[in-house]
């Protein structure tokens, strides 16, 4: 039991618990389990409860909290599914949770647009699964099933970005309660637009500090009349991050391509019964016409040959894709049954391409100097990759050289050119890294758009800045 | 001559034009043509010269400036080509234009990233002419040959932007001096990231009112392997817009799709010594490897068939190409050919696909029913569509009824949940359209950023708010 979930709430917190509990009855929740189930549950950042959960089922409902808090400076924050990894749900001065979950209309599907307009708790698979037997999908896939306001919320990408985009590029426009408890509407649903500030990309990654996301109106893709998908190992990182740069400067609109290194093979062979060889491995998707994907599969794997990879095994199976993709997606599965009862922490940078391959190496040195068990994989397509790093959370000195080597990974990847959090955003575990990522004029005028927009700084207190 | 042009600065004003003179010598210039040239001088909008004009060499340069200036509470108005359509360079309050054009050195490309470091006053041209040997673009292509720093900063597109997006989609990160003459750096050059706040899309579309542009990190395209480019009539304008509305849905990766009204296509026949058959017309073009562009172009023609339209023309010959782009590019030109000595403005509205034959159809029967003269081009794989209205400004009823055309125009786009500008930007002709646009709480918002970032206000007053 953490210290914070069993803390009395404070006297202005506790007023506003009363006026949220006259006006939602039992939809406002305030037992230790629910709130701890609120708060961070992912990694290894500690789980700090709100004070009370409210269930909101509306947009009327989300103003009205944000009204009672604001009222009595009580901090707001915005819960989607609770798979955010970097302790964005977490409550670390107490305040009210605003449980999005139950908000999952799909308002309308405008299928000649290729749009539709949500509310925040609709996950990804529920609004694939609507959208499927209109021929579109919704192609941002972070790997966990998480709901549409959060991903927006975090800025979340994930293995089809390096053709699709991310959240910034597949939101049409949105609307947010903001501090003052007004709802505000960021954009018409036309494809474009120069009419003022972009307050669409403004709240995307903003992390619930700005406002609490109430609707979404997503861009969508038709499913491609064929797929292919294969499986092409190299003879080493640098090889494959070399085949991948080949690719996209040809032009060839891969639309995934993914790396995991040796032990993320070895460890995907173990937990989803592959026969893969273990050296490094890239997993790729094209989408296209029948000869389209076909073309697009034997452009690459000419390349992967130039670079000594291969031979490039492709299908456009469905199954066989299935299987694949499957084991991708289990890979954090199956990196902790490496290590079982080890806790993991996923590490987040994304370079330029042109310097990825020197980074992963210079990780993996990294790793093995540091004795850590730790295997890679990476959306390298766009220059990010997560290292899993798994430690007991009980051996100090085990958790200081996990620290010390995730410190040292964000030096290099800022040394490069690069970010510190490619997709899984800042929360409380990056904060840290944003003066030497963006200097203090641009963190002084990140703080004064919070100050403008949240002058008594009730939004997810304690995040991003 | 302008009552502006001629009318003496405000003593303010003019201690900061002394302190600038001893700073920048020769490089300030008040003459009246000097200033006249840098304001408004493309459209209906009136001239509004600033007081002074200062020549900017470099980022320090920019900074001195918007730190005198500020010290003074001058107004300062940013410069890159002075093609800006809405008025974006007018000085309706006085204070000192800072042209950028000198800042012109591409600082870096780097061909593995697929990006490039530029300066502002950097034009497409220019840009375009120094990738071509490395087999790369930047795809962006307003018609002008602008500055990137000002289409970064009015949030341009143009007609690639079916498939490549529009500025916003193309700058990874920027430099920017905000109004406290300090220089934010907003991103990384990693292709994507979640650190905080999207300060380089706050800045894009902010047409200089939160900030002078002084650097940009551009992403590039590599040239494609093929382009085929084609011209297809249809019966009539739904049919032309139900063949893109299914071309974009049957997931063809369409590099440019314009229409032509059939006033338009008369108008470019003249211009442009073409032979087309006048009535609604598409001009294509496909990007992609040999099979790939002739696929598409197979594709597009069987969907246009079935919209009772075509033949489809296609070639892959350059020279076929190029006539027919420019021919597109001087639309402009080939419409005030129509009515010589008339003054001409273009209107920027954009819808969702799904609305738009409806849109330019009822736009069409309006032209018609308020007798002017005034043909249609469009980007209509993106729902935005241009009027080019062309009337005498002598003559008082005309000019009215051309400004009541545009009210209705905009009136039926926010009807169908379009925008008032597409890519043109707000600048000073489509303010009073923002509200209904917006609402109240989004541009409270936008004002509570704006007096954040520029308490003072400034930086480029008179625009967008």
């Not at 694939?128 to 790997?143: K, T």
């Not at 670079?307 to 954090?332: I, M, V």
């Amino acid at each position: 039991m953490t210290e914070a979930a069993t803390k009395r709430p404070a006297p202005a917190t506790e007023r506003a618990i009363a006026a949220l509990a006259a006006r939602f009855g039992n939809k406002l929740v305030t037992s230790q389990a629910v709130r701890q189930q609120h708060a961070n549950v992912t990694t290894w950042l500690p789980n700090e409860p709100p004070d009370a959960v409210v269930y909101a089922a509306s947009t009327e409902d989300v103003q009205a909290i944000v009204r009672i808090c604001a009222e009595h400076h009580v901090p707001v924050i915005a819960w989607g599914t609770g798979t955010s990894l970097e302790g964005h749900v977490n409550a670390p001065l107490g305040g009210v949770c605003i449980d999005l979950s139950g908000m999952k209309r799909i308002v309308a599907v405008h299928a000649e647009d290729l749009d539709c307009v949500i509310e925040p708790g609709v996950t990804r698979k529920l609004l694939n699964e609507h959208l499927r037997d209109q021929g579109l999908f919704f192609p941002i896939d972070p790997g966990a099933d998480a709901s549409l306001g959060g991903m927006a919320a975090t800025r979340a990408s994930g293995t089809n970005a390096v053709r699709y985009g991310t959240m910034k590029d597949n939101v049409l426009a949105l609307k947010a309660v903001l501090a003052n408890g007004e709802v505000i509407s960021t954009a018409r649903r036309a494809k474009k637009s120069s009419a003022g500030y972009d307050l669409t990309r403004l709240l995307i990654g903003s992390e619930g500090t700005l406002g609490v996301i109430v609707e979404l109106t997503l861009r969508l893709a038709g499913i491609p009349e064929a797929i292919s998908a294969g499986v092409c190992p190299f003879p080493s990182v640098e090889a494959a991050c070399n085949a991948t740069i080949a690719t996209i400067q040809a032009g060839i609109p891969v639309a995934r391509i993914e790396l995991l290194d040796a032990l993320q093979v070895k460890a995907s062979n173990a937990y989803s019964k592959l026969t893969l060889k273990e050296t490094p491995t890239l997993f790729l998707e094209f989408h296209g016409s029948n000869a389209s994907v076909a073309e697009q599969a034997e452009s690459f794997g000419a390349i992967a040959a130039e670079f000594g990879g291969g031979p490039f095994a492709w299908t456009t199976k469905p199954e066989e894709r299935s299987k694949l993709w499957q084991a991708r997606h289990d890979a954090y599965w199956a990196v902790m049954n490496l290590r079982k009862g080890a806790t993991g922490f996923a590490t987040d940078v994304c370079v330029p391409i042109s310097r990825l391959a020197e980074c992963v190496v210079a990780t993996q040195a990294d790793i093995a100097e540091m004795k850590l068990i730790a295997p890679i994989v990476g959306h390298v397509g766009d220059g990010n990759f997560h290292v899993s790093v798994l430690f007991d959370p009980n051996d100090a000195e085990e958790v200081g050289r996990a620290k010390r080597f995730h410190e040292r990974l964000v030096e290099r990847s800022l040394s490069m050119d690069g970010t510190c959090t490619g997709e899984h955003g800042v929360g409380q575990g990056k904060r840290k890294y944003l003066l030497a990522e963006h200097g203090e004029a641009a963190l002084a005028a990140m703080a004064a758009i919070k100050r403008a927009l949240d002058p008594e700084n009730i939004m997810n207190p304690g995040k991003i800045l």
